[in-house]
C-alpha cells in the first residue's frame, strides 16, 4: 500500500482543476491536513520525482526580476502571490492525467486571473517613489491584461468553432 502522503498527493492531484500543482502547494495541502508534518518541501520533490505516477515540470519565478533592484518588492509580491494560490517553483502532475484543450485553455484563464490579481496587489504594495518600479509594474500590468484579454477571445472562438 501506499505511503499516505503518496495516496493523498494522488488524490489531490487527480481532482485540482489545475493539471501541474505547485510543489510548495502541495506540501502545504499536506502540512494542513496533518501529513508530511516532518518532512521538508524538497523532500517531498525528492519522493515524487522517484515515483513515476508522477511529472515535473518547472514554473516562473514570479518576483525573479524584482530580487536585484528591490528586494522588499520582490517578498512582497510573492507573498501577495502565494495568498492569491500563485506559487513559484516547480509543479507536479499525475503522469496518468491526461489534458484536453479545453482544460489548457481553462487552465490558462484561471492562471492569468490569478496572475493579474497578483500585480494589482503588487502594486498596491508597492514601495513608494520608486518611479522605475511603477512603471515597470505598470507595463507588466498591461501584458497581463492584454494577454488575458487575448486567452478570452482564443476560448470564445473555440467555443464558437464547436457550435
Not at 509580491?77 to 489534458?99: A, C, N
Request: aromatic share 6%; hydrophobic share 45%.
Amino acid at each position: 500500500m501506499d505511503d499516505p502522503i503518496i495516496a493523498r498527493t494522488i488524490e489531490i492531484l487527480d481532482t485540482d482543476p489545475d493539471f501541474f500543482v505547485p510543489l510548495k502547494k502541495l506540501w502545504l495541502m499536506l502540512q494542513g491536513e496533518g501529513l508530511a508534518l516532518d518532512i521538508e518541501q524538497e523532500e517531498l520533490g525528492r519522493m515524487l520525482l522517484e515515483d513515476k505516477r508522477f511529472e515535473f515540470t518547472f514554473g516562473a519565478e514570479h518576483a525573479a526580476e524584482f530580487e536585484d533592484d528591490a528586494p522588499e518588492l520582490a517578498a512582497g509580491m510573492g507573498r501577495v502571490m502565494e495568498m492569491l494560490g500563485f506559487y513559484s517553483g516547480e509543479r507536479v502532475k499525475l503522469t496518468s492525467r491526461k489534458m484536453t484543450a479545453e482544460d489548457v485553455f481553462a487552465a490558462m484563464t484561471r492562471n492569468l486571473t490569478r496572475m493579474n490579481e497578483a500585480l494589482q496587489g503588487a502594486w498596491e504594495a508597492r514601495p513608494a517613489g520608486n518611479q522605475e518600479i511603477e512603471n515597470q509594474l505598470i507595463d507588466i500590468l498591461a501584458v497581463g491584461q492584454k494577454l488575458e484579454r487575448e486567452i478570452q477571445a482564443l476560448v470564445e472562438r473555440q467555443r464558437e468553432d464547436k457550435e
